[in-house]
């Protein structure tokens, strides 16, 4: 079987990757990468998983993918995914959301292919949500508060009418938040995990600076989020949607708190008004009963475990920073030591010359 994977090199994509590598070995896995996509969330996979260029803003280069792929199935993941950036690229944002997601699926119809699609929805489709409608079910009012909220919103109702008007064998899911190892560092609880271990490091002070910590989410580890994605394209229904999170809602604070009590120095909490958002939505819950139900999902990773994982993953990842800066160090003096301390006479020139050239832009 043949998985095309869009979105392959961000958080949850590298993930999915890994699982399937490991659970399914006989599926080739394909993935979607731009020209100048970070590749560190898949440097262990490169030689197991086939990675082609494209831009779902760009459909000629989709299509180009989905022919030389031909996939059986489609995991759609890629998007721009952080709410606050919504706000101030909201264009580009719904572009890359909702048009990226029409560019694929005319894509699969301009090649008559009909693979399986997953479609990655988002809780915050929910909203706006009112205390009795708390947890939330899949029939819920879609309310969105963000410009990312509407895009997923879109890329939600345009999977289900790109099932009813063509046959495409589409299944969305809601995925509630969900983190652990490899999360961007924009990320609540990425950013919490990376600023203490900074502050472990002696790279900044020992205050960690917060956003709104009232607001409550249902967090769900990454790799159990993975294993329902692809459960959802074993069992789903094309056409239906499915909620997917841990059905437990933990405040922005517990979670903090949990973290600050694996760390190893003590710091201070400090509130920046700047990772405020304009309006945040208070709490999201997931009822995922349809999706257990169907499935027999649950998670099985306990959050204390999930962020632990996180903190060893930016502990790890800051400190190789580290060996590798301290590693290039000594050559760079022993290479000045080596031409006595100055450059000679003729490199200065060069030199000279160098830093009059305008900079380069790439
Ligand atoms: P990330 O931000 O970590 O990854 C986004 C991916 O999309 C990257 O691989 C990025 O590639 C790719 N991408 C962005 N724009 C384009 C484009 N124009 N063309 C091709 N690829 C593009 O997101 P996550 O892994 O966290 O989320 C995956 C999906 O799940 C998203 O759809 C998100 O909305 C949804 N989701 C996530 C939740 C979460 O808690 N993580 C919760 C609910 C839903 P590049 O490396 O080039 O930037």
Not at 134 to 144: A, F
Request: aromatic fraction near 6%.
């Amino acid at each position: 079987m043949k998985v095309l994977i869009t979105g392959i090199t961000g958080f949850a994509g590298s993930h999915l990757a890994e699982y399937i590598l490991n659970a399914h070995k006989d599926v080739e896995v394909s993935g979607i990468v731009r020209w100048r996509s970070r590749l560190e969330n898949v440097r262990h996979l490169l030689g197991k998983v086939r990675l082609h260029e494209a831009d779902l803003k760009d459909m000629v280069s989709v299509k180009a993918v989905l022919a030389a792929v031909r996939p059986d199935r489609i995991f759609h993941l890629a998007a721009q995914s952080y709410v606050p950036a919504s706000w101030r690229l909201p264009a580009e944002t719904f572009a890359t959301n909702a048009i990226g997601q029409i560019n694929l699926f005319e894509s699969c119809r301009a090649l008559r292919l009909n693979p399986r699609i997953h479609v990655a929805g988002s809780s915050e489709e929910y909203g706006m949500v009112y205390p009795d409608e708390i947890p939330m079910k899949e029939t819920n009012p879609l309310r969105p508060l963000s410009p990312y909220a509407v895009s997923k919103v879109a890329q939600d109702l345009l999977a289900f009418q790109y099932h009813r008007s063509y046959g495409m064998r589409i299944v969305r899911t809601r995925g509630f938040n969900h983190t652990g190892p490899r999360r961007g560092e924009v990320f609540v609880t990425s950013c919490f995990a990376k600023q203490i271990a900074e502050v472990e490091l002696g790279k900044r002070e020992a205050v960690i600076s917060v956003g709104n910590l009232d607001a409550k989410r249902d967090f769900t580890d990454v790799r159990d989020v993975v294993r329902a994605y692809w459960l959802t394209l074993e069992k789903g229904k094309p056409g239906e949607v499915y909620n997917i999170g841990s059905g437990q809602a933990h405040s922005i604070k517990e979670v903090l708190d949990i973290l600050l009590s694996m760390s190893r120095v003590r710091m201070e909490v400090r509130v920046d008004p700047e990772r405020l958002r304009p309006s945040d939505v208070p709490i999201l819950l997931a009822d995922s009963t349809k999706f257990h139900k169907l499935t027999g999902w649950e998670p099985r990773i306990p959050l204390r475990k999930t962020l632990e994982d996180l903190l060893n993953y930016w502990r790890g990842t800051l400190a190789a920073e580290d060996t590798a800066l301290a590693a290039a160090r000594p050559a760079k003096h022993a290479a000045a030591a080596e031409a006595g301390g100055r450059p000679e006479k003729g490199a200065r020139a060069v030199q000279r010359r160098e830093k009059k050239k305008p900079a380069r832009t790439r």
